[in-house]
């Protein structure tokens, strides 16, 4: 394809950042089919995309070739996955259909990506609901720049719950706050979710603890609202999390009588 | 039911719906994650996020755009190349990977567990191509690969993995079309 035509659209060349816009970019379609374009040449082929319709149409046909590889690959997943995800479904609410009517209302952002979720924490959730729906929920609901680190975030909600003995608990008080996690003993690894607790008074912070048997407590940073804290270096002796609320940047120990507080038992801790 | 009529329950919330269409791409799924990703906890870590978005984004679903089951493939394929892709990066297990491919370990999996009708025809296809467009398809889909790391790989110009990409998809096409 690097002849240059004879005709008058194949003596057109166009450098857009140094790359050649063109008839090249259906040459794309294949790798593309096969994921086999680094993510700068996917946007540009996906960009070329929404304005060729006859490229869609190749695109569309050569993914039912793909399709088929991957059915050659097919193997019978292990069982236990099957438990795990089901689980977990039951406990994550969908993103909302779109259109949504709030992005509209905010004038033209296009919904596509940045689709408000709903963040239902139902009194009745299943204890998993308040970390999975938690985290889960942030992955797509923001903008596309914030998009891979709330990725991470999932996958590593996703790596505790992989866990063979990854354990999920939770506690509400009356008026709603709530604190949960999934946690496995044996990686040491946990997420935390805060819920409800509102917002500190002026000047102060929520501040996330970690308390253990015959020692201090040790801090596990400063909560941002909802946003689970995920930590990797819990050990037998953690005994529960709590939450106080601490001077602006918080404390070396804690200085207020806990918010919340959530025992570790029941999750494999604090013998 | 399939995968095209489930998808829209499955968007609405159902979670019935979802079961059992778990059971009718788990085993896809699975497979391809794991023929690229090799490793049998990272496969599990990443069925498990792609079926989660899966249930969490399935109102995005476009038919227009084709088949339910493409699009869910698509959507575990893209995670599972992503993955393997950083995980090269990160540790330069490129050179090891680059020795392995001398001989694709497409079968290593697939004889795990009895052979279905479809794998069998599609392997006995792939074993009509020629060897470079082979390699072409299966180092980019079964291995992760970019077609540039393919065309490094197999000391080809970009231009020619790109027709050799196409032409052995498209026997493949020929041959299962016959086939079927």
């Known amino acids: 394809m690097r002849q240059t035509g004879t005709g008058p659209l194949g003596r057109i060349r166009l450098y857009v950042g140094g790359l050649r816009i063109g008839r090249t970019v259906h040459s794309l379609a294949v790798p593309y089919a096969l994921d086999a374009l680094d993510p700068q040449e996917t946007r540009r082929f996906e960009r070329h995309l929404e304005g060729c319709p006859r490229c869609t149409d190749e695109v569309r046909a050569l993914a039912a070739d793909t399709v088929r590889l991957a059915h050659a690959a097919s193997v019978p997943a292990p069982p236990d996955l099957r438990d795990r995800i089901l689980t977990a479904v039951r406990a994550t609410e969908q993103e909302a259909p779109e259109p949504v009517p709030v992005v509209r209302e905010r004038g033209g952002a296009p919904a596509r990506g940045r689709a408000p979720v709903l963040v239902a924490l139902a009194a009745s959730a299943a204890v998993l609901a308040l970390v999975a729906v938690g985290v889960l929920v942030l992955a797509l609901g923001r903008a596309d720049d914030r998009l891979g680190e709330e990725r991470a975030a999932t996958r590593e909600i996703a790596h505790v719950l992989a866990a063979p003995d990854a354990r999920a608990a939770a506690t509400r008080d009356a008026d709603g706050r709530g604190l949960g996690v999934v946690a496995s003993r044996a990686r040491g690894q946990a997420v935390v979710a805060p819920s409800r607790l509102g917002s500190p008074p002026d000047g102060r912070d929520h501040q996330l603890w970690v308390m253990r048997a015959g020692a201090a407590p040790r801090s596990l940073g400063l909560l941002d609202g909802e946003t689970p804290v995920v930590t990797d270096d819990l050990n037998g002796k953690a005994s529960s999390l709590a939450v106080t609320v601490e001077p602006d940047g918080g404390s070396v120990r804690p200085t207020t009588a806990p918010v919340v507080q959530l025992t570790l038992k029941s999750v494999g801790f604090g013998e | ?180």
């Not at chain 2, 089951?69 to 698509?74: A, G």
């Open chain 2, 1 to 180: 039911m399939d995968a095209d009529a489930l998808l829209p329950l499955v968007a609405r919330g159902d979670q019935k719906a979802f079961e059992e269409l778990y059971g009718l791409v788990s085993g896809p799924v699975y497979g391809l994650v794991r023929r690229v990703l090799r490793d049998p906890a990272q496969s599990e870590e990443v069925v498990q996020e792609v079926l989660l978005e899966l249930w969490r984004t399935a109102a995005r679903y476009d038919p227009a755009r084709g088949s339910a089951l493409s699009w869910i493939l698509t959507l575990a394929h893209r995670r599972a190349v992503d993955r393997v892709r950083s995980a090269r990066a990160a540790s330069d297990r490129e050179q090891r990977a680059a020795q392995r491919a001398e001989a694709p370990a497409f079968d290593q999996v697939a004889e795990e567990v009895e052979g279905s009708l479809e794998r069998e025809w599609v392997r006995r296809c792939l074993e009509r191509l020629t060897d470079l467009q082979h390699q072409a398809v299966t180092l980019a889909y079964y291995d992760g690969y970019t077609y540039r790391e393919v065309a490094r790989r197999l000391s080809v110009p970009l231009g020619t993995v790109k027709t050799r990409m196409r032409d052995g998809l498209l026997r493949l096409r020929d041959c299962l079309g016959a086939a079927a």
